[in-house]
């Protein structure tokens, strides 16, 4: 379990076309999350940055509309709207809720963190949140939802949570020069970690030291899911026992 988690300082808005609407699915960020004195701030990015998300059928999130969130970060209901996308803090199974994401129960995190480190995907909406790991210099845990599984998922067969996986720079990926492979034992591709986090994954990737393993398997029959705990460690950095 993760004992110490990252405090989120900036997270990101992604999107994805519905899983019924056919490909392409590729997930595109289409704001940014600061944790703020006054909660959490959104803004939109610019139109040109959503022009590919507006051709494939982006409008925006609920209740946050574009017109109001683009020109500058706003607080106003923000953190409320969005942290509906989680359980209630108070029920009596967020703890186990928490479990699912590698969270120690005794882990205290801002907002911010939890819609990060969980994702706050739903499975109404194409929506989730993403860590950038702004900040955050020193070793660090964090489980990644690894995009593409369900094209990979023969890859797995006979896998079990603890099994080791690794993470590779794919340098000559013709859609996104920042790619990270999960790959299994045998050097098959289990899919990717989300294009929101690949840059700053395949940077670490020269600077760090990494190990993951499989944390869990779940998701719907149609649309399987793959969840891959990594230990990130600067080189000749150690972390503390």
């Not at 959503?50 to 109001?68: K, Q, R, V």
Request: charged share 20%.
């Amino acid at each position: 379990m993760i004992q110490n988690p990252i405090q989120t300082t900036r997270a990101l808005l992604t999107w994805q076309r519905p899983l019924d609407a056919g490909e392409p699915r590729d997930r595109h960020v289409v704001g940014e999350l600061r944790d703020s004195g006054d909660g959490i701030q959104f803004q939109y990015l610019s139109d040109d940055a959503l022009a590919e998300a507006f051709e494939l059928g982006f409008e925006g999130y609920p209740g946050l509309p574009i017109g109001t969130y683009q020109s500058e970060p706003r607080a106003d209901n923000v953190e409320a709207i969005l942290m509906r996308r989680l359980p209630p803090i108070g029920r009596a199974d967020f703890q186990r809720f928490k479990e699912t994401f590698g969270l120690s129960v005794n882990a205290e995190l801002t907002s911010l963190s939890l819609l990060a480190y969980t994702g706050a995907r739903l499975t109404s909406d194409s929506f989730g949140v993403a860590e950038t790991f702004d900040g955050f210099d020193g070793p660090f845990d964090y489980i990644f939802d690894v995009a593409g599984y369900r094209r990979y998922q023969q890859n797995s067969a006979g896998m079990v949570a603890g099994d080791t996986v690794r993470l590779v720079h794919e340098r000559d990926n013709p859609h996104d020069e920042n790619a990270v492979q999960v790959l299994n034992g045998n050097g098959d591709c289990l899919g990717y970690i989300n294009r929101a986090q690949s840059a700053i994954i395949a940077d670490r990737l020269l600077s760090c030291e990494i190990s993951a393993h499989v944390f869990r398997f779940n998701g719907r029959q149609d649309y399987p899911k793959l969840f891959v705990y990594s230990s990130i460690t600067p080189s000749g950095q150690q972390v503390a026992a």
